[in-house]
């Protein structure tokens, strides 16, 4: 699978996105225009190996909700991520069998790494 989860009015994703260059073979999914799905939350979980790492701390919703300060369990996390496109952690790029979850700037020089290996 090679595809490509963002928020479109993400600036962070955009810049992500333009530096990544993917070429035409990656699907690009705007979460907030085409919410994840179940079947490919478990696909992502299946590579990530947990829901919680896919699920983002930093949205306006885990403050407003105080989850914070609930102790949150695996099908909590599904939950959230499956009921709000701001709960699933981005962007999530996946490569055949890896997956890149976040922004941070390990995360994705191992994504671009990962793309020019498979070249």
Same mark, same amino acid.
């Given at each position: 699978?090679?595809?490509?989860?963002?928020?479109?009015?993400?600036?962070?994703?955009?810049?992500?996105?333009?530096?990544?260059?993917?070429?035409?073979?990656?699907?690009?999914?705007? !979460?907030?225009?085409?919410?994840?799905?179940?079947?490919?939350?478990?696909?992502?979980?299946?590579?990530?190996?947990?829901?919680?790492?896919?699920?983002?701390?930093?949205?306006?919703?885990?403050?407003?909700?105080?989850?914070?300060?609930?102790?949150?369990?695996?099908?909590?996390?599904?939950?959230?991520?499956?009921?709000?496109?701001?709960?699933?952690?981005?962007?999530?790029?996946?490569?055949?069998?890896?997956?890149? !979850?976040?922004?941070?700037?390990?995360?994705?020089?191992?994504?671009?790494?990962?793309?020019?290996?498979?070249?």
């Amino acid at each position: 699978m090679k595809k490509f989860y963002f928020l479109g009015s993400c600036s962070t994703c955009k810049r992500i996105l333009n530096h990544l260059a993917l070429d035409s073979s990656f699907e690009l999914q705007d !979460i907030k225009k085409k919410p994840i799905n179940t079947e490919d939350l478990e696909q992502l979980k299946a590579l990530a190996g947990s829901y919680e790492a896919l699920f983002s701390k930093h949205a306006k919703l885990y403050k407003q909700l105080g989850l914070k300060d609930k102790p949150l369990k695996e099908k909590n996390y599904r939950d959230y991520i499956l009921e709000h496109y701001t709960f699933l952690k981005r962007p999530v790029l996946v490569v055949g069998s890896q997956v890149f !979850i976040g922004n941070s700037s390990k995360v994705i020089n191992s994504a671009f790494t990962a793309l020019l290996n498979e070249k």
